[in-house]
DNA sequence: GGTGAAATGCCTGTGGG
DNA sequence: CCCACAGGCATTTCACC
């Protein structure tokens, strides 16, 4: 499965599968072929397509964080000093489950964060004793989401 | 498939199964079955257990975003005017496919957004066209993201 | 909760247009 | 790039433990 580094043509059938896909990875290749008209074999082989190019990076379950008691989001702007080396703050930031995105970002912050807690008082344990402990970090800003609107992928 | 308001209690075989499907949602039921030690008839159960629960929302398939020629990710902060209703602001945001996600935050910002661009300059050419244009915008803050490290969902 | 078996239906390779 | 078909499995349900 190599990965060619290069955009991908996709064509109206290929949209059209992909969106049932990505509505549901598990609805049978044949359902989905009965709808757009084509036939099943044909529908796996741009399947195969689709992944060698790529493009389809996998599928997942997606689970409901609030069914498991996961209410509060946060977003997290970490200011390292500057002879910090990142890549070991972003090590120790992996070890923390509750971390869901990590990215290097232009601006203010060395680190942006998104974090899935429990509660707020999740939150703030997370904050003095797993991430302000971290080596190099000089303070934090947060912001906690009240409520997400949209929540999707890019369209296809 | 009513969706409970509690915690869902989950034990270590629900955890295997979570985990092999949130890694890939088209994994058959089966080989999971075998490499559990359990049956494929009680997977089913357990799942459709999950699933009325609430604490399987779905299924997708991933795609990367690269492939399609989209490379640049940012953050957007938008300061709305008082007055306005952030409701109308978010409607519009969803009308533009780029926005994947958005939230209400605390802090200075009224509302969040993620946003995923082919490049500079179209990320450039929403900012102009399609954000500072919403009625209400009264600016932004936008944060590149350069790298993203981590991206994964809760742990189960 | 779990199992095993049976019916149904899906996946996927091949041959061919 | 598409289809039809067939063999091998997976899914799903049911009765039962």
Known sequence: MKLKN????????????????MADARKPILEIAR???ISGAA???RLRKL???GLISGSKFIINPKA????????????LDKAMSNPDA???LKQIPEVLECHYTTGNWSIFIKIL???NEHLMNLLNKEI???????????????NQQIERQIKV
């Open 132 to 146: 302000q402990t971290i080596k190099g970090v000089q303070r934090t800003e947060t912001f906690i989401s009240l």
């Open 90 to 92: 972003v090590r120790q």
């Open 6 to 21: 290069e955009i991908v043509q996709i064509d109206g059938i290929d949209k059209k599968i992909l969106r049932f896909l």
């Open 43 to 45: 529908i796996h082989q």
């Open 117 to 119: 807690c429990q509660d």
């Open 68 to 79: 498991l008691g996961y209410n509060t989001m946060a977003f997290i702007g970490i200011f």
């Open 35 to 37: 709808q757009i008209g």
């Open 51 to 53: 992944e060698s190019s």
